[in-house]
């Protein structure tokens, strides 16, 4: 069974910083890559940051130069290092594989950015 865990998320004045992490089984995180995403209070779930196996980043425009994504193959975990937030960061964070899986969303972890 498929699952992803992610952990992290709070409340942080705008400038702060963050790390999140997402805990996934074995089974997709050594084949996959994987990618962060978020949902902003009444917006579609839109894509923030992916990571190859191999450790190749890609980063969406509004995030690119503060937000880090990582992984750490040996814990199947994947991180991202959120610098210099803004209040349009807040929202519900997920990690899923990239391009997603419908059934693998977790809960996500909340992040609000205070202004």
């Known amino acids: 069974q498929v699952q992803l865990v992610e952990s992290g998320g709070g409340l942080v004045q705008a400038g702060g910083s963050l790390r999140l992490s997402c805990s996934a089984s074995?089974?997709?995180?050594?084949?996959?890559?994987m990618g962060w995403y978020r949902q902003a209070p009444g917006k579609q779930r839109d894509w923030v940051a992916t990571i190859t196996r191999g450790g190749i980043t890609n980063y969406a425009n509004s995030v690119k130069g503060r937000f880090t994504i990582s992984r750490d193959n040996a814990k199947n975990t994947v991180y991202l290092q959120m610098n210099s937030l803004k209040p349009e960061d807040t929202g519900v964070y997920y990690c899923?594989?990239?391009?997603?899986?419908?059934?693998?969303w977790g809960q996500g972890t909340q992040v609000t950015v205070s202004s």
């Open positions: 899923n594989t990239a391009p997603p899986e419908q059934s693998y």
């Open positions: 074995g089974s997709i995180f050594s084949i996959n890559a």
